[in-house]
């Protein structure tokens, strides 16, 4: 990858012109900078908050293509979905392919000019994959929900922790940008450790949402006291409870 100067207002035009805003939300502005700088950056932005702007809007301005980790197939499918939709060129990986439809998506990568490419962290470990990623022209890895690097790395999906193995076999100049909803401190820590940041870089936004209240109600009669506090609200509703029976 080949450094290229981009600035923020080339990437607030993109954002205009493929989604329709004038102005970035909330910490989206400063993550932005971070990954056009070529910084390591973990973000930390509440669901909703808009984390694949941060990742999707950069990698328009930037020549190449970003390879996007993700864990779920399903989210993959609608981003990818989404983003031909806006006529931006994109792919993805995924275990319902053959080795040929693989090989075939990762060479369009190479000389096709498509600007993301999800995939998850299985596949990152895969014999063909990593024979083809250094063909790859990266202009920036997003590692979507970077907290399963921590709390699913280490049992329930391990090849989280050999994302940073692409470095190897990467330009070293490529920046690795991780987004989260939620991170402890310790998890903070890790999710850099285990990505080999070059230097600790985490932005934040607050988590708290103004149209949103939290209440306690210490009552003798849960049931007589959500009918009551039912016939009082109009509109729709989710009730949660401990087992199916009280379900």
């Known amino acids: 990858m080949t450094q290229q100067n981009v600035n923020i207002e080339q990437c607030k035009k993109i954002l205009t012109k493929y989604w329709g805003f004038n102005s970035f939300k909330p910490l989206q502005e400063d993550i932005i900078r971070s990954v056009i700088e070529g910084r390591d950056t973990l973000a ?14 950069p990698a328009l301005a930037k ?56 995939i998850s962290p299985e596949r990152i470990s895969t014999q063909l994959f990593q024979g083809k990623v250094g063909r790859l022209n990266l202009s920036l890895v997003a590692v979507d929900e970077a907290h399963c690097i921590s709390q699913w790395g ?39 450790d285990k990505l080999a940041f070059r230097e600790k870089n985490v932005l934040r936004t607050s988590f708290a949402r103004k149209n949103i209240s939290y209440l306690v109600r210490q009552v003798e009669e849960k049931g007589t006291y959500l009918v009551k506090t039912l016939n009082k609200v109009t509109g729709s509703g989710i009730v949660y409870v401990r087992s199916r029976k009280r379900c």
């Open 154 to 192: 280490y049992d329930f999906r391990p090849s989280y922790l050999k994302i940073a193995s692409l470095r190897d076999r990467i330009s070293p100049d490529v920046p690795f940008l991780a987004l989260t909803a939620t991170a402890t401190q310790h998890v903070i820590e890790d999710i850099m």
């Open 63 to 118: 020549e190449g293509t970003c390879l996007v980790i993700t864990p779920l197939i399903a989210l993959m499918k609608e981003q990818v979905s989404r983003l031909n939709s806006l006529e931006i060129k994109s792919l993805a990986i995924h275990s319902a392919m053959s080795r040929e439809e693989i090989d075939i998506t990762i060479e369009n990568c190479i000389y096709g000019d498509y600007k993301f490419l999800y």
């Open 44 to 57: 930390l932005m509440p669901t909703g908050g808009g984390k694949s702007i941060t990742f999707q809007v």
